[in-house]
């Protein structure tokens, strides 16, 4: 068969992109009956010409190829369009399709991105299947006004809600996520990627979205891999269902969650709250979990790895209070060794303010030390007791055999005289002298004394009078129930 030769004539060509914004999370009520499936309007984009056949207008069918590159030389081949076999042409006018939709990817932002294009266009009867003749020179398609209000932006269709792409033509959204954005960012070697549906990177570079519904705003080597996840700044990585993960820059290493439904931040400086509120406080740790063992259930945790440093400090600017404790049932403080929150417990202020501790009851008190060293401190020890003993000392003397000792009111108001009390005698004379408590009551006690000779004395003597305190009276080795030392793990950050 004699090839004819064909001359196309472009009359226009068109690439139309929509975009509708809108929110994955909130929608409106379904109509009844559930939502419609979305109809497609696919990738390829339509396209018009005038062919002549021998200098006629051409009628009948013919083949026709497209390819595209990314200069107008044909020199710099971008991607080949399925071609359109049997295309009616009536009077030179025809009407046809370019597609050039990727077969892995499923949309068309890697080639059509933004960026200059050409068109190269073959052309040959329908009837034959020699070699298409092609129209020289390539021919750049235009993109309508609309389309040039989202330059770079590119939609990827499908049944259910479009993902949307732009910045770097390559950054990527796996075909078979739906409603996921990336809104820019990226470039050669740190493309931004989405993987889940509904989930979002909306620029940087090197940032991944893997869990759906999924969180990156930006910044770099981030990813959002567990569901309703958010990582953002440098290598942030929240690789757990829930988890909110921002980490600064200071270090050159990733920072990632190990647990669900955590907030981790490492921020090399620390983190500043102010408040100005005299009935909320500047930061509220609430941990609304009953636990069954030390440390469960804590609301605040404070870690220090400096030799100096403090877990938890408290520092009060205006003359209040350093530290606070309130408890509504329980202890008001515990004191542990060991890490948290295991450890065991060497301290504690019960809720009625009694006083536990395994070891000693001492102070401090400025003296140069018998060790040396250049200490100026040493330590007086307290003396324990197996009751609730409390002690009032004071002197007297002795008149023609007697003393009558009154007990200090206010004194007698903290301790249960009532009750069978103690009173220890020392005699303050140069004679022998025998002394004896000869009365008690609850506002005084009577002291009386002898010489050896019989005669009743005159001697001075000290006192010390030993009752127990109002409200324990009957206290005495109560027991103490103290957990077990448990075992924990060092690295205790979520």
């Not at 009407?95 to 059509?112: C, P, R, S, W």
């Not at 007791?385 to 007697?402: A, I, K, M, Q, Y």
Request: proline share 5%.
């Amino acid at each position: 068969m004699k090839r004819r030769r064909a001359f196309v004539t472009l009359s226009s060509l068109a690439i139309a992109l929509s975009l509708v914004m809108g929110s994955s999370l909130a929608q409106a009520p379904a109509p009844e009956g559930g939502w419609a499936e979305q109809t497609l309007a696919g990738n390829a984009f339509s396209y018009q010409g005038y062919l002549t056949d021998g200098g006629s207008p051409a009628n009948g069918l013919y083949d026709f190829a497209f390819s595209i590159y990314a200069d107008a030389g044909g020199t710099q081949w971008v991607a080949t369009a399925y071609s359109r076999n049997d295309v009616q042409v009536t009077d030179g006018l025809f009407t046809t399709t370019v597609d050039v939709t990727d077969a892995a990817y499923g949309d068309v932002h890697f080639y059509l991105n933004g960026d200059a294009r050409w068109l190269k266009i073959g052309v040959r009867p329908g009837a034959s299947s020699g070699p298409y003749t092609y129209l020289t020179p390539l021919q750049p398609p235009t993109p309508t006004p609309y389309a040039l209000a989202l330059p770079g932006m590119n939609t990827v269709q499908n049944a259910t809600s479009a993902n949307v792409i732009g910045g770097y033509s390559w950054n990527y959204v796996d075909p078979g996520a739906v409603g996921a954005t990336i809104g820019g960012g990226g470039y050669e070697d740190g493309r931004n990627e989405v993987f889940a549906s509904y989930a979002t990177v909306s620029g940087g570079s090197s940032n991944r979205a893997e869990g759906q519904y999924a969180t990156v705003p930006g910044g770099d080597l981030n990813r959002a891999a567990g569901a309703y996840s958010f990582a953002a700044g440098h290598r942030a990585k929240a690789d757990h269902d829930g988890v909110f993960v921002w980490a600064d820059n200071s270090i050159d290493s990733d920072f990632y969650s190990t647990t669900e439904n955590v907030f981790l931040v490492r921020s090399k400086n620390g983190a500043y709250f102010q408040a100005s509120s005299t009935d909320r406080p500047a930061v509220w740790g609430w941990n609304n979990v009953a636990g069954t063992a030390p440390g469960e259930g804590t609301a605040l945790y404070g870690r220090s790895e400096s030799s100096e440093g403090f877990g938890v400090a408290g520092h009060n600017y205006s003359g209040g209070v350093g530290v606070g404790a309130w408890s509504w049932s329980g202890n008001l403080v515990e004191a542990y060794d060991g890490d948290f929150p295991g450890g065991t417990l060497r301290f504690y202020i019960s809720q009625s303010g009694n006083v536990y501790a395994d070891g000693t009851f001492n102070v401090f008190a400025s003296a140069p030390s018998p060790a040396g060293g250049g200490h100026e401190r040493v330590t007086l020890y307290g003396v324990s007791s197996t009751e609730v003993w409390v002690e009032e000392l004071g002197s007297g003397t002795l008149h023609n055999g007697r003393a009558d000792v009154a007990i200090d009111p206010l004194f007698a108001k903290t301790v249960a005289l009532e009750e069978e009390y103690n009173v220890f005698l020392t005699a303050t004379c140069k004679e022998p002298v025998l002394l004896f408590v000869s009365e008690k009551a609850p506002e005084h006690f009577a002291v009386q004394g002898v010489s050896l000779n019989g005669q009743p004395s005159s001697c001075g003597f000290d006192y010390r009078l030993a009752a127990k305190r109002r409200g324990y009276e009957s206290a005495r080795l109560e027991a103490v129930q103290v957990a077990a030392p448990a075992e924990a793990e060092r690295d205790l950050r979520p």
